[in-house]
């Protein structure tokens, strides 16, 4: 009797069929993840905005329409330093990681022994908590750290801490980060390099064609959609960066301004001087300059491929 | 990015190392290849060897002035410590409370990854299986918040962890106390779009005869979810578990803005607010910084091959 009511149930179509049944126990499994994507992803969006237009501080304060754009339209530090150090940042960062990702994933596809031990060291410090690499960064660099020691003995004398000098805070940053991002680019060019067929290869050593050159007639060419989509992957990344600055510079982002980036200015702006609407402003501006740059990707190169 | 062609190879070999990859090497039968390749090789080694000596070195520095005294780190180059002492870890774990600091690390790490592994199996056993009205508009949803940078969310989310929903849980008959601590930061990271992206391509690859069977059992949903696909769903259970782990176990961002008791504080955290007080006292910095790292590095080295299935979503970050 059982089953002739399960079979009833599955040719019937109203409620409490079968199909009925399985709908609603389907929004069941999905109701407590869609609403906490709705709650905390989806409605932050619009809530941002609302924000911003109000001169929020502690509490909510009068409405003032554009006015947190404005002022930050006129913001010198925001500009000259936070973004510009941004800017700065990503223009060394991006290509360098690049290239550091590129050669690595170039130099682990070759068919040698170890390549399992090279590719996971390659790898781990984007794998390891930003804090401890950045505490490690500042202790080698330290005026009497390991780096300066280094350079005592190849014949160059540089008594400063590397983090704590305006002029060579950032670029510090920037090779730091190069280091440490290189492990994933490498990843990413990892599997770009081996979705080139074999054949084109083939042809090329049939043809003479050295290594060297091989490489820079074949292998780079045919990565072009791994390098659209690791440059976009990387000036994403590299224009939220936070964790370095803030961990290096402190929260303002020292010395005088040098690390000051547009994540930790809004930082600041927040949790620091608690103005909840100017904070929100820079992060609609951040959301719709990243939201840009996606887009472009879209609209020029279709769906981006990772491999 | 386009997270629906990225699937990744969540039981693949380690680290994308299937096959011999795209080296020229072997059978071209063209003459006087073969000492090329060899030199190309050898090339390929001693460039290998130098950028992993390069990449170790930094971790091993550390290490070996977390066995220092103060003293030692700034009495000139050696590279071993000159009197081994554990007096660093010491003075880390209770001079400056990363004991206290580890275990909060650990509760937080923790409690998000069980969470995620709940959440994430449940919904994306229900979002690729089970058929209903707006399934496909609501996983694009989903996939849709990867492209929300944290930035945007900071103020808003911040405003509703100290105002609304303390006062909604008020309402409720709880007692009304503010987020803006350890239970906020797990509770903004319930679930992620990125594990349940993984959880629902691995089930899409189950054959459908097992549920079939279930099905014929009379089984509900509930009991096929958890006695057939649970089960079978391991290696994207650990995928999502290990990924969820290390980067819940390394964020810096949302407990520096929601942590604001010092007792509270998690390991990055703790570091952070050491390098701002007390710099040079290098031995308990280095020693917080292994401590950091160490279980990351363990859970590396063992299920390394589920750390590739992360890339495709997780984006480079700094």
């Known amino acids: 009797m059982a089953v002739a009511v399960a079979k009833r149930r599955r040719v019937g179509g109203g409620l409490g069929s079968e199909r009925t049944r399985e709908a609603l126990v389907g929004y069941g499994f999905v109701a407590l993840p869609m609403a906490f994507f709705l709650l905390f992803f989806i409605f932050p969006i619009g809530y941002a905005f609302y924000i911003s237009r109000y001169n929020w501080q502690i509490f909510k304060g009068p409405f003032v329409g554009w006015d947190n754009y404005r002022t930050l339209y006129h913001d010198s530090v925001f500009w000259s330093h936070a973004v510009r150090n941004t800017l700065v940042y990503a223009a060394f960062v991006v290509p360098l990681q690049m290239a550091l990702g590129l050669t690595l994933a170039v130099v682990v596809n070759q068919g040698i022994r170890f390549r399992t031990f090279f590719r996971a060291a390659f790898y781990f410090p984007s794998l390891a908590a930003s804090a401890a690499i950045a505490a490690i960064a500042i202790y080698i660099l330290a005026s009497d750290g390991l780096f300066n020691t280094i350079l005592h003995h190849l014949g160059y004398e540089h008594s400063n801490a590397w983090f704590a000098q305006q002029s060579t805070a950032l670029p510090s940053i920037i090779g730091l980060n190069a280091w440490t991002t290189s492990g994933t680019i490498m990843l990413f060019y990892l599997a770009a390099l081996q979705a080139i067929p074999m054949d084109v290869y083939e042809a090329a050593a049939i043809d003479g064609a050295g290594a060297w050159r091989t490489f820079r007639k074949i292998t780079f060419p045919l990565l072009k959609p791994g390098h659209f989509f690791v440059a976009v992957v990387s000036v994403i990344g590299a224009v939220q960066m936070f964790d370095q600055s803030f961990l290096i510079g402190g929260a303002s982002g020292g010395p005088n301004y040098s690390t000051l980036t547009v994540v930790l200015y809004l930082y600041n702006q927040a949790i620091g001087n608690i103005k909840f609407g100017y904070a929100a402003a820079v992060g609609v501006v951040l959301f719709t300059f990243i939201f840009t740059v996606t887009l472009i990707q879209r609209l020029l190169f279709g769906r981006a491929e990772v491999t | ?318």
């Open chain 2, 1 to 318: 990015m386009d997270v629906e062609r990225a699937q990744p190879a969540l039981v693949g070999d380690e680290l994308l190392l299937e096959g011999e990859g795209a080296s020229t090497k072997g059978s071209t039968g063209i003459p006087g290849r073969e000492r090329g390749d060899r030199i190309r090789r050898a090339i390929a080694y001693a460039v290998m060897f130098l950028v992993a000596a390069l990449f170790a070195i930094p971790f091993l520095w550390s290490v070996s002035t977390s066995f220092r005294t103060l003293a030692d780190t700034v009495a000139g180059f050696s590279l071993l410590p000159r009197h081994w002492t554990t007096s660093g870890y010491h003075e880390a774990f209770h001079t400056f409370n990363f004991g206290k600091y580890t275990l909060n690390s650990a509760i937080i790490a923790g409690a998000i990854t069980l969470s995620n592994l709940f959440l994430a199996s449940l919904g994306g056993y229900a979002f690729a299986r089970l058929k209903f009205p707006g399934r496909e508009v609501l996983f694009m949803l989903v996939l849709g918040t990867l492209m929300i940078p944290d930035q945007l969310r900071l103020v808003p989310i911040y405003l509703m962890l100290v105002n609304w929903i303390p006062s909604w849980v008020g309402h409720l008959g709880w007692h009304n106390a503010s987020l803006v601590n350890r239970n906020g930061v797990i509770l903004i990271q319930l679930v992620s779009a990125t594990s349940l992206f993984l959880m629902r391509q691995y089930f899409l690859t189950i054959p459908r005869d097992l549920e079939e069977a279930a099905k014929l059992d009379a089984a509900g949903y509930f009991k096929t979810y958890r006695k057939v696909m649970l089960p079978l769903a391991g290696p994207a259970l650990a995928a999502v578990g290990i990924l969820t782990f290390q980067g819940t176990w390394n964020a810096l961002f949302w407990p520096a803005v929601l942590l604001q008791d010092k007792t509270q504080y998690t390991i990055p955290i703790g570091i952070a607010n050491f390098i701002g007080a007390y710099q040079t006292n290098w031995p308990p910095l280095m020693a917080a910084s292994v401590l950091a790292i160490v279980p990351i590095l363990v859970i590396f080295v063992v299920f390394q091959r589920y750390f590739v299935a992360g890339i495709a979503s997780a984006g480079v970050k700094g």
